[in-house]
C-alpha cells in the first residue's frame, strides 16, 4: 500500500488538522487497555462529522486499505488496535450531543461522546442513561456500541444493546444508512442489533440514539463484609434467587481490598475482610426498603460478618468509590495486570473463584478479583512485572486456562470486553464450525472485502494457527507441538 498516496488523498478532503501521521503522535494510538499487545499504526485521522468518516471509509475502499475504528482506547481485547497497517479513524473530535427528547425519552450522540456525559446532560431533568462501564469518565459510546457493554446497573437493566434504539452507520465500502430508528419497535430485520457487539468489523457508528431511564425515587447500597470468597459467593446466589431485584451486585477479594484502602485511604471496606459485596437497591421506597432488609438477611444467612447500608447519595457514592476505582488502585500497586473477562452460572461461583485461587498458585502469579457478581461475569486481573523475561506467554496461559474453566462450567470466554484480538483464538472453543461460519456470512455480506477492522473476533489461520486448548488436548495425548504453533 503507498500509505504517502493516502495521507495526500484524505488531507485533500479532511481539514489539515485531521490527519496525524507524525510518529511520536502515532504512538499514542498503539494499544488500548490491552497493553500486553501494542501495534503504531501507519496513519490515523479524527473526522468531526459523518461526511468526514464517510470520506475517509470510501478512500480506505478506493486504496483497499483496511481501517479500524477507535472511540477512547478503553477497550480490553485490542479491538481498537491495527495489528497489520491500517487506517485508524478516531472519533475523539465527535462529541457533540445532537437531539434530547425527554418526551419519548431518548438522546441522540455523536459516537465520541463519553459514557458519563449521557447521564450529565439529563440528569437535571431526573433522567439517566443506564449502561455504566468502570470505565464511564473515559469510554465512548461508540466503543460501548461496538462491544455491547454492560456494567454496574446492567444486571436489573440490560446491557447496551437494550439501551440503543437507532444507529447511523458509515458502512465498509462508505455508504452512510440508518439502522433502527427512534421507536422501540420496528418491522424491519434488526440489522441494529447485528451492528451492536460487531466490535468495528461491520462499519463505523457516527450516531447513537440512545433510551434514557427515569431515575428511581429512592436507591439505597448495601456493604456487606465477608471472611472468604465462597461465602460471598453464597450471599450472591442467595439474593438472586430471592424475591429481591438489585439493580448491581458487585464483588471484591483481598487484594483488591487491600490495593483499594492503600490507595483511596478509604475506611468503609475492613482491612480484614476476604471478600466485599456491594448491592445497590432502587425503586419506589416502601421497595427498597423491604428489599433491605430482605438482602441484609441472606448476606448474613451466607455468613456475612457486617451488613451496613447506606441512604443517601453521598454515602452511596462512598461505598461505591472503591469498586469503582479498584482497577486503578491495583494498576498503582502492581506493575500491570491483564484484565480477563468471563462468565459462569451465578450457582458456580464458589467453586470457580476457588478454582481460580488454585490456577493461579499453579501459574505462580497473582490474580485479583473484582467483578460484576449479579451477573456471573468474572474479571479476575493477572497481576505481573512486564519486564520478567517472558512473562507474556505465562500471563495469557493462566488467563486461557480460567477461560477453559469458565467453559467447563458451562460459561463463556467473555462478558461484556469483547473478543477482538485477545479472545479470537479461543472462539472455536465456545462455537462449532457450522457457527463460526454462519457468524462470519453475516460479516461478509456486510463487510465483503474484509477492510472493516481485520483479523478481530473470528480466529483465522493467519492468527490462530493453533487454539491453546486444541494444544492441551494434542499434549493431553501425549502429542507436542512446536513452541511457534501457539500463536498468540
Ligand atoms: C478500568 C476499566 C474498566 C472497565 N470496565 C468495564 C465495564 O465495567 N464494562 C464493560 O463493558 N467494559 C469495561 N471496560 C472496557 C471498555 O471500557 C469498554 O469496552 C468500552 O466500551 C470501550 O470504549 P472505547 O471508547 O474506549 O472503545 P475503544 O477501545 O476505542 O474501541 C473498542 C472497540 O470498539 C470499536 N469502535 C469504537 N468506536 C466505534 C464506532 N464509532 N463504530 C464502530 N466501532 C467502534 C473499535 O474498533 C474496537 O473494536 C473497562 C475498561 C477499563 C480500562
Given at each position: 500500500?503507498?500509505w504517502?498516496?493516502?495521507?495526500?488523498?484524505?488531507?485533500?478532503?479532511?481539514p489539515?488538522s485531521?490527519v496525524?501521521a507524525?510518529?511520536?503522535?502515532?504512538?499514542?494510538?498503539?494499544?488500548?487497555?490491552?497493553?500486553?499487545?501494542?501495534?503504531?499504526?501507519?496513519?490515523?485521522?479524527?473526522?468531526?462529522?459523518?461526511?468526514?468518516?464517510?470520506?475517509?471509509?470510501?478512500?480506505?475502499?478506493?486504496?483497499?486499505?483496511?481501517?479500524?475504528?477507535?472511540?477512547?482506547?478503553?477497550?480490553?481485547?485490542?479491538?481498537?488496535?491495527?495489528?497489520?497497517?491500517?487506517?485508524?479513524?478516531a472519533?475523539?473530535?465527535?462529541?457533540r450531543?445532537?437531539?434530547?427528547?425527554?418526551d419519548?425519552?431518548?438522546?441522540?450522540?455523536e459516537?465520541g461522546?463519553i459514557?458519563?456525559?449521557v447521564?450529565?446532560?439529563?440528569?437535571g431533568?431526573g433522567?439517566?442513561?443506564a449502561?455504566?462501564?468502570?470505565?464511564?469518565?473515559?469510554?465512548?459510546?461508540?466503543g460501548?456500541?461496538?462491544?455491547?457493554?454492560?456494567?454496574?446497573?446492567?444486571?436489573?437493566?440490560?446491557?447496551?444493546?437494550?439501551?440503543?434504539?437507532?444507529?447511523e452507520?458509515?458502512?465498509?465500502?462508505?455508504?452512510?444508512?440508518?439502522?433502527?430508528?427512534?421507536l422501540?419497535?420496528?418491522?424491519?430485520?434488526?440489522?441494529?442489533?447485528v451492528?451492536?457487539?460487531?466490535?468495528?468489523?461491520l462499519?463505523?457508528?457516527?450516531?447513537?440514539?440512545?433510551?434514557?431511564?427515569?431515575?428511581?425515587?429512592?436507591?439505597?447500597?448495601?456493604?456487606?463484609?465477608?471472611?472468604?470468597?465462597?461465602?460471598?459467593?453464597e450471599?450472591?446466589?442467595?439474593v438472586?434467587?430471592?424475591?429481591?431485584?438489585?439493580?448491581?451486585?458487585?464483588?471484591?477479594?483481598?487484594?483488591?481490598?487491600?490495593?483499594?484502602?492503600?490507595?483511596?485511604?478509604?475506611?468503609?471496606?475492613p482491612?480484614?475482610?476476604a471478600?466485599?459485596?456491594?448491592?445497590?437497591?432502587?425503586?419506589?421506597?416502601?421497595?427498597?426498603?423491604?428489599?433491605?432488609?430482605?438482602?441484609s438477611r441472606?448476606?448474613?444467612?451466607?455468613?456475612?460478618?457486617?451488613?451496613?447500608?447506606?441512604?443517601?447519595?453521598?454515602q452511596?457514592?462512598?461505598?461505591?468509590?472503591?469498586?469503582?476505582?479498584?482497577?486503578?488502585?491495583?494498576?498503582?500497586?502492581?506493575p500491570?495486570?491483564?484484565?480477563?473477562?468471563?462468565?459462569?452460572?451465578?450457582s458456580?461461583?464458589?467453586?470457580?473463584?476457588?478454582?481460580?485461587?488454585?490456577l493461579?498458585?499453579?501459574?505462580?502469579?497473582?490474580?485479583?478479583?473484582?467483578?460484576?457478581?449479579?451477573?456471573?461475569?468474572?474479571?479476575?486481573?493477572?497481576?505481573?512485572?512486564?519486564?520478567?523475561?517472558?512473562?507474556?506467554?505465562?500471563?495469557?496461559?493462566?488467563?486461557?486456562?480460567?477461560?477453559?474453566?469458565?467453559?467447563?462450567v458451562?460459561?463463556?470466554?467473555?462478558?461484556?470486553?469483547?473478543?477482538?484480538?485477545?479472545?479470537?483464538?479461543?472462539?472455536?472453543?465456545?462455537?462449532?464450525?457450522?457457527?463460526?461460519?454462519?457468524?462470519?456470512?453475516?460479516?461478509?455480506?456486510?463487510?465483503?472485502?474484509?477492510?472493516?477492522n481485520p483479523?478481530?473476533?473470528?480466529p483465522t489461520?493467519r492468527?490462530?494457527?493453533?487454539?491453546?486448548?486444541?494444544?492441551?488436548?494434542?499434549?493431553?495425548?501425549?502429542?507436542s507441538?512446536p513452541?511457534?504453533?501457539?500463536?498468540?
Open positions: 500500500m503507498d504517502r498516496q493516502l495521507e495526500h488523498d484524505l488531507r485533500q478532503q479532511l489539515a485531521a496525524v507524525a510518529r511520536q503522535e502515532l504512538l499514542a494510538y498503539d494499544c488500548d487497555g490491552l497493553t500486553l499487545q501494542r501495534h503504531q499504526p501507519p496513519l490515523v485521522v479524527l473526522p468531526e462529522t459523518t461526511a468526514q468518516v464517510a470520506a475517509a471509509v470510501r478512500l480506505c475502499h478506493q486504496h483497499g486499505v483496511p481501517f479500524v475504528a477507535r472511540g477512547s482506547g478503553t477497550g480490553l481485547s485490542g479491538g481498537a488496535v491495527a495489528e497489520a497497517p491500517a487506517l485508524v479513524i472519533t475523539s473530535r465527535m462529541r450531543i445532537l437531539g434530547i427528547d425527554l419519548n425519552h431518548t438522546i441522540t450522540v459516537p461522546v459514557n458519563s456525559w447521564t450529565r446532560a439529563v440528569a431533568d433522567f439517566y442513561y449502561p455504566d462501564p468502570s470505565s464511564q469518565v473515559a469510554c465512548s459510546i461508540g460501548n456500541v461496538a462491544e455491547n457493554s454492560g456494567g454496574v446497573h446492567c444486571l436489573k437493566y440490560g446491557v447496551t444493546n437494550n439501551h440503543v434504539l437507532g444507529l452507520v458509515v458502512l465498509p465500502d462508505g455508504t452512510v444508512t440508518q439502522l433502527g430508528g427512534s422501540a419497535e420496528c418491522p424491519e430485520l434488526d440489522l441494529r442489533g451492528f451492536i457487539g460487531s466490535e468495528g468489523t462499519g463505523i457508528a457516527t450516531a447513537v440514539t440512545l433510551r434514557l431511564l427515569r431515575a428511581p425515587q429512592s436507591v439505597a447500597v448495601l456493604l456487606a463484609d465477608f471472611s472468604s470468597m465462597e461465602a460471598a459467593g450471599a450472591v446466589r442467595l438472586t434467587a430471592a424475591a429481591v431485584q438489585p439493580a448491581g451486585m458487585e464483588m471484591m477479594d483481598r487484594l483488591c481490598l487491600e490495593a483499594v484502602n492503600d490507595s483511596l485511604g478509604l475506611e468503609d471496606y482491612r480484614d475482610a471478600a466485599v459485596l456491594l448491592i445497590e437497591l432502587d425503586g419506589q421506597q416502601r421497595e427498597v426498603d423491604a428489599a433491605i432488609a430482605l438482602a441472606l448476606c448474613r444467612q451466607a455468613g456475612a460478618r457486617q451488613v451496613r447500608a447506606a441512604r443517601d447519595p453521598e452511596c457514592a462512598r461505598f461505591w468509590k472503591g469498586r469503582k476505582n479498584a482497577i486503578t488502585a491495583l494498576g498503582r500497586r502492581y500491570s495486570y491483564y484484565l480477563q473477562d468471563g462468565v459462569v452460572p451465578r458456580q461461583l464458589p467453586r470457580v473463584l476457588a478454582a481460580i485461587e488454585t493461579s498458585a499453579q501459574h505462580g502469579l497473582p490474580v485479583a478479583n473484582v467483578f460484576h457478581a449479579g451477573d456471573g461475569n468474572l474479571h479476575p486481573l493477572v497481576l505481573y512485572d512486564p519486564k520478567v523475561p517472558g512473562i507474556s506467554k505465562r500471563v495469557k496461559e493462566l488467563g486461557a486456562a480460567i477461560l477453559g474453566l469458565c467453559l467447563d458451562g460459561g463463556s470466554i467473555s462478558g461484556e470486553h469483547g473478543v477482538g484480538s485477545d479472545k479470537r483464538c479461543y472462539m472455536d472453543w465456545m462455537y462449532g464450525g457450522d457457527d463460526l461460519a454462519t457468524m462470519l456470512l453475516v460479516r461478509q455480506a456486510l463487510n465483503p472485502d474484509g477492510l472493516a483479523d478481530k473476533q473470528f489461520p492468527t490462530c494457527s493453533e487454539s491453546v486448548r486444541r494444544v492441551q488436548v494434542l499434549q493431553a495425548e501425549g502429542i507441538l513452541a511457534e504453533a501457539l500463536v498468540f
